[in-house]
Nanobody, 125 residues
Framework: QVQLAESGGGSVQAGGSLRLACAAS????????MAWFRQVPGEERKAVVW????????RYVESVKGRFTISQDDAQKTMYLQMSSLRPDDTATYYC??????????????????WGQGTQVTVSS
């Protein structure tokens, strides 16, 4: 059974930085069809960034472009999300998600069967 474990959340002031990590176990890491999502209470879980095609491609939502960077450590089977210039509207619970098969495009949240437990990010003004 694939397991994903996020870490690295916390509270920062606006303009600060955090790095989230998502450690994968029992996952076909070479496929690397993964994503970071975030959710605010009362709202839908929304994608932030996708990594796909075995890690060759990434795609960011417009609101985080230039501020967030996804990276990967193949040896540790860990995906990272470096978040800089954080804003109060980045406050959310952040989740990593994965599909088992190799994928050639990003997917919506319902198409990722594997999820971590989430990590809270709070940005104060």
């Amino acid at each position: 059974q694939v397991q994903l474990a996020e870490s690295g959340g916390g509270s920062v002031q606006a303009g600060g930085s955090l790095r989230l990590a998502c450690a994968a176990s029992d996952y076909a890491w070479r496929n690397k069809c993964m994503a970071w999502f975030r959710q605010v209470p009362g709202e839908e879980r929304k994608a932030v960034v996708w990594i796909y095609a075995g890690g060759r491609f990434t795609r960011y939502v417009e609101s985080v472009k230039g501020r967030f960077t996804i990276s990967q450590d193949d040896a540790q089977k860990t995906m990272y999300l470096q978040m800089s210039s954080l804003r109060p509207d980045d406050t959310a619970t952040y989740y990593c998600a994965a599909r088992g098969a190799l994928c050639d495009r990003p997917f919506g949240r319902h198409q990722y069967p594997f999820w971590g437990q989430g990590t809270q990010v709070t940005v104060s003004s």
